[in-house]
């Protein structure tokens, strides 16, 4: 979100944060769809036409079944052509480009390895590239755990970053495959090579968005332009709103939401 508001920031935002029940990447797909899927029937009863999944998981695990299954149902329930869209396509469309190599690693949760949607897509569009990934359980809680930047950290990233380059000696970028992992970028860069470049998935997500809304001028059409932003969680606001504030670089004010259950 804060990598679209700085080329977007016209128009107005809801930010709902699924903390009661994250982190996401150690469930089931069945689990991770149904989360996912009530946290995108709220937004449309908020009236947002347009719904970006920032997690790589749900983006994996749910975005495919709720765009061919769902989407057309509850678009029309909701009286419009909502659409939603992920974190996962964007990146894949031009992550080959940084590579020298092609040789490039994934730094996921579990759930996203497990999926192999970034193994697919890079395919797609740079089948000379040769994909690796690690996936890196201890890394959410880390950062969750305000630990991201604590010496503690240290072991855990340097572990997953021997990891991954030992599969490959020619891996000359990483991607940074979960919204939390950002915040351990500098240990990352730290454990890794100095000719390893690290890349995080904002900027990327927010150019592909300015493209959409281009591209869509009937979606682009019905997004309101008060430049609000609304936070909400389903867990504790106090929480959320600590958390939420180092991630987005100013400070958090949160409401607490119930989502409808399936």
């Given at each position: 979100?804060?990598?679209?508001l700085k080329k977007l920031p016209q128009y107005d935002y809801l930010y709902l944060g699924d903390n009661a029940r994250a982190p996401y990447g150690n469930r089931s797909f069945e689990t991770v769809y149904r989360y996912t899927l009530?946290?995108?029937?709220?937004?449309?009863?908020?009236?947002?036409?347009?719904?970006?999944l920032a997690c790589n998981t749900a983006s994996a695990k749910a975005l495919r079944s709720i765009q061919q299954n769902d989407?057309?149902?509850?678009?029309?329930?909701?009286?419009?052509?909502?659409?939603?869209?992920g974190v996962i396509r964007p990146t894949t469309e031009i992550i080959g480009n940084f590579s020298k190599t092609r040789k490039i690693g994934?730094?996921?949760?579990?759930?996203?390895?497990?999926?192999?949607?970034?193994?697919?897509?890079?395919q797609k569009f740079f089948p000379d590239v040769t994909v690796y990934q690690e996936a890196c359980p201890m890394w959410v809680?880390?950062?969750e755990n305000n630990e991201y930047d604590k010496p503690g950290a240290d072991y855990f990233v340097k572990k997953h970053i021997d990891n991954i380059l030992s599969k490959d000696k020619d891996i000359d970028t990483l991607l940074l495959a979960c919204t939390h992992y950002p915040l351990l970028k500098p240990k990352i860069a730290q454990a890794a090579p100095p000719n390893v470049t690290i890349i995080s998935q904002g900027e990327m997500v927010a150019d592909s968005l300015v493209s959409y809304l281009s591209r869509h001028p009937?979606?682009?059409?019905?997004?309101?332009?008060?430049?609000?932003?609304l936070f909400y969680t389903t867990d504790s606001p106090e929480d959320f709103d600590n958390h939420a504030s180092v991630f987005f670089g100013n400070t958090v004010r949160s409401q607490r939401v119930a989502l409808l259950e399936y």
């Open positions: 979100m804060k990598e679209i009530q946290c995108v029937d709220w937004f449309f009863r908020q009236g947002c036409p347009l719904v970006i989407l057309p149902v509850m678009s029309s329930s909701h009286h419009g052509t909502n659409r939603v869209l994934i730094l996921a949760t579990s759930g996203t390895v497990a999926s192999e949607s970034y193994l697919i897509e890079i809680p880390i950062v009937e979606i682009e059409q019905r997004l309101t332009r008060k430049q609000a932003r």
